[in-house]
């Protein structure tokens, strides 16, 4: 079984149809009805949902409280490489986006300083992210990565390229709690104009690869779609698809969702489907409404305060005080490459304050070690 | 009269109202419920909990160790190892040793694995824990787990959150009925007349969270949960007379036969 068989009935085609026919009643509708439809995610992905965005937002903040509380769990990414073998047109990784700054891998030692880093600000769950370099960052280098952040944290996941079942269970075996792999677009045309080189040329490689880490054991399964290569909706759609998915699939994974919006790219791309605040606020609510317990990370990619607004929107991780270069805690702080440009970047006692004013918790573990057998506490 | 008290493993219980401390917007949120509802049983996730520095726990931080029982709870455990594992973790770092067992493999309705929760009561039981199991309304597992040495069965009366009260009700009178230890009602209880209509059935105690954590006022509606309990319980012991489906009629429809004479 693959989500390909799945995304083989949901084409383009069926899905513009259905949100070009939807009315404000199918809004209506979807907005009122306990378990929603594909359908109803298509009228409240439609036009006239942007005229329902108030009451979608009460709906969606009433779900997200039921289902996990007034809390915002926190984490922090680390880059523990830069170095890329792709070539993603709307990435500054990539081998040909004309970046000249510095490219490493950090060592042992520095990985351990920038979890130092990070533990003293009181993070116990943290991302650690490479680009798509299976030659220059191999797998047993990840794998000696998050045995060195287990260390520091309890939660440890990871946003690397796609890997083989048995790549995530060897990672799962060291302690990896979760994987976050975005598909940045389920467009297969899309996908293969913007990918130019290396495995992630592999659209179906990469579309499977969330599921053979469930398979392998990660208990938290994080998707997206880089927003701004398609029409949102469409994206959009199938993101909301393959969560429901994943949810069947790997049913002892907690899935979530991020959406990650496309605002900084190098020189040679411009982004073709820009999407603005209150497109993105529909998409949120209507992904919401249409998966209830799904998890919503939230990254430092937008601005402070559209942040805030957010929060009780059905946001249920955020990150703060984030950096996207290798070293950028600790060891490197301004002289490698980053991968894009934060917008968010007050320190994380500021983004508490911003929590808890908006009435939320914000949550820093949420796992323990005693979980994991091969644990040494 | 002598006095009603709930006594779980030998140990006498103050009240009747036990209480979840996840969802909370804050830690001041989670001491006013406590202090309105003067639960004596609170539970907290392992995984939540950070026991290496309690004073800086939101949680924790929160707890008075002479007025609560701080009865640690295993969510997030997917088998009885994990769970086991939890459950010496918290023994070692002080805790009494009681445990809320809480196998819950998927993560979307926290609902639990029966097999795990046998087999892991199993093993707690023979490491010396006193062992709270939160189950299916499932009444020959909640048997099960008596003869496995179980100090309560904590059958949901509907999936975890979602307020919907006693959907399970039928099965749920039966393990009131056959049951030797305490029986509370966890997960589901969104009105405090939920938890009434839980001891007025003859449960032993309740279990609520999500509809403290989720309300406006949080210390209103503990109280009012504890007076619900107190109320449940009191009618149970008073002796509440049958249901009935239709009136009784006030001029008897046999009554003719005794007009005669």
């Not at chain 1, 298509?42 to 409280?65: D, F, N, V, Y």
């Not at chain 1, 520095?110 to 798509?132: F, P, S």
């Not at chain 2, 892991?120 to 189950?135: C, D, H, N």
């Not at chain 2, 069965?153 to 509907?158: Q, T, W, Y």
């Given at each position: 079984m693959s989500f390909l068989e799945e995304l083989g009935a949901w084409p383009r085609a069926r899905i513009e149809a259905l949100i070009e026919r939807a009315r404000p009643e199918d809004v209506a509708a979807a907005i009122a009805r306990e378990q929603r439809t594909?359908?109803?995610?298509?009228?409240?992905?439609?036009?006239?949902?942007?005229?329902?965005?108030?009451?979608?937002?009460?709906?969606?903040?009433?779900?997200?409280?039921?289902?996990?509380?007034?809390t915002i769990g926190m984490y922090a990414p680390i880059y523990i490489s830069n170095v890329c073998g792709a070539d993603c047109v709307y990435c500054g990784y990539a081998v040909r986006s004309g970046n000249r700054e510095r490219r490493l891998n950090?060592?042992?030692?520095?990985?351990?300083?920038?979890?130092?880093?990070?533990?003293?600000?009181?993070?116990?769950?943290?991302?650690?992210?490479?680009?798509?370099?299976?030659?220059?960052?191999?797998?047993?280098?990840?794998?000696?990565?998050?045995?060195?952040?287990?260390?520091?944290?309890?939660?440890?996941?990871?946003?690397v390229y796609s890997l083989d079942e048995d790549e995530y269970r060897l990672l799962c075996q060291r302690g990896l709690e979760g994987v976050t792999l975005y598909m940045e677009t389920y467009d297969p045309t899309v996908y293969q104009a913007v990918h130019l080189k290396g495995q992630k040329t592999d659209y179906r490689y990469r579309l499977d690869a969330i599921e053979r880490a469930g398979r392998a054991g990660a208990r938290r399964l994080s998707i997206g779609a880089l927003l701004g290569l398609t029409d949102w909706r469409i994206d959009g759609f199938w993101t909301a698809l393959h969560g429901r998915y994943l949810q069947r699939a790997c049913w002892q994974s907690a899935v979530s969702v991020s959406f990650p919006r496309l605002l900084h790219t190098p020189a040679r791309f411009s982004i073709p489907h820009l999407v603005t605040d209150a497109e993105l606020v529909q998409l949120m609510l209507a992904v919401r409404l249409f998966l209830p317990e799904a998890g919503f990370n939230l990254s430092t990619r937008e601005r402070a305060e559209f942040r805030d607004h957010l929060i009780p929107l059905g946001v249920t991780m955020m990150s703060a005080g984030s950096s996207t270069r290798p070293g950028g805690y600790a060891t490197h702080v301004d002289e490698t490459l980053e991968q894009f440009a934060i917008e968010d970047r007050r320190p994380p006692a500021k983004v508490v304050e911003a929590i808890r004013a908006q009435g939320y918790e914000?949550?820093?573990?949420?796992?323990?070690?005693?979980?994991?057998?091969t644990s040494s506490r | 009269m002598t006095e009603d008290r709930l006594v779980i493993a030998g140990r006498s219980i103050r009240s009747r109202l036990f209480v979840g401390t996840g969802k909370f917007p804050s830690s001041a949120a989670l001491k006013a419920c406590l202090d309105a509802c003067d639960a004596e049983i609170v539970t907290v996730a392992l995984r939540r909990a950070d026991l290496s520095k309690p004073d800086d726990d939101s949680i924790l931080s929160v707890l008075n160790r002479d007025r609560h029982l701080l009865l640690p709870n295993t969510s997030g455990a997917r088998n009885a190892d994990e769970a086991v594992r939890l459950a010496k973790l918290a023994r070692a770092a002080g805790l009494e040793p009681w445990v809320k067992l809480e196998l819950t493999p998927e993560p979307r309705?926290?609902?639990?694995?029966?097999?795990?929760?046998?087999?892991?009561?199993?093993?707690?039981?023979?490491?010396?824990?006193?062992?709270?199991?939160?189950?299916?309304?499932?009444?020959?597992?909640?048997?099960?787990?008596?003869?496995?040495?179980?100090?309560?069965?904590?059958?949901?009366?509907?999936?975890?959150?979602?307020?919907?009260?006693?959907?399970?009700?039928?099965?749920?009178?039966?393990?009131?009925?056959?049951?030797?230890?305490?029986?509370?009602?966890?997960?589901?209880?969104?009105?405090?007349?939920?938890?009434?209509?839980?001891?007025?059935?003859?449960?032993?105690?309740?279990l609520v969270n999500t509809a403290?954590?989720?309300?406006?006022?949080?210390?209103?509606?503990?109280?009012?949960?504890?007076?619900?309990?107190?109320?449940?319980?009191?009618?149970?012991?008073?002796?509440?007379?049958?249901?009935?489906?239709?009136?009784?009629?006030?001029?008897?429809?046999?009554?003719?036969?005794r007009d005669k004479d």
């Open positions: 594909p359908e109803d995610l298509c009228a409240m992905l439609s036009p006239h949902a942007q005229a329902c965005l108030e009451p979608m937002a009460a709906e969606a903040r009433r779900l997200t409280r039921w289902h996990f509380g007034r950090l060592s042992a030692a520095e990985i351990r300083a920038e979890c130092a880093a990070l533990a003293a600000e009181g993070y116990q769950n943290v991302l650690l992210l490479t680009g798509e370099a299976r030659r220059a960052a191999p797998v047993s280098y990840i794998a000696e990565a998050v045995a060195i952040a287990r260390e520091f944290f309890p939660s440890v996941s990871v946003e914000p949550v820093w573990k949420d796992f323990d070690y005693a979980f994991d057998e | 309705y926290l609902l639990p694995d029966p097999i795990e929760t046998l087999k892991a009561t199993e093993m707690l039981v023979k490491e010396g824990f006193t062992v709270l199991p939160y189950i299916q309304a499932d009444p020959i597992l909640a048997k099960k787990l008596e003869e496995a040495g179980a100090a309560t069965v904590m059958p949901l009366g509907a999936p975890i959150g979602s307020n919907r009260g006693l959907r399970t009700y039928d099965m749920l009178r039966i393990i009131i009925e056959q049951a030797s230890v305490p029986v509370v009602v966890d997960a589901g209880l969104g009105a405090p007349s939920h938890a009434a209509a839980s001891m007025e059935m003859g449960a032993d105690a309740v403290l954590a989720d309300a406006r006022d949080h210390a209103a509606m503990a109280r009012a949960f504890a007076l619900a309990t107190e109320a449940g319980r009191a009618a149970y012991l008073a002796g509440l007379g049958p249901e009935r489906s239709v009136a009784e009629a006030s001029s008897p429809l046999t009554g003719f036969l």
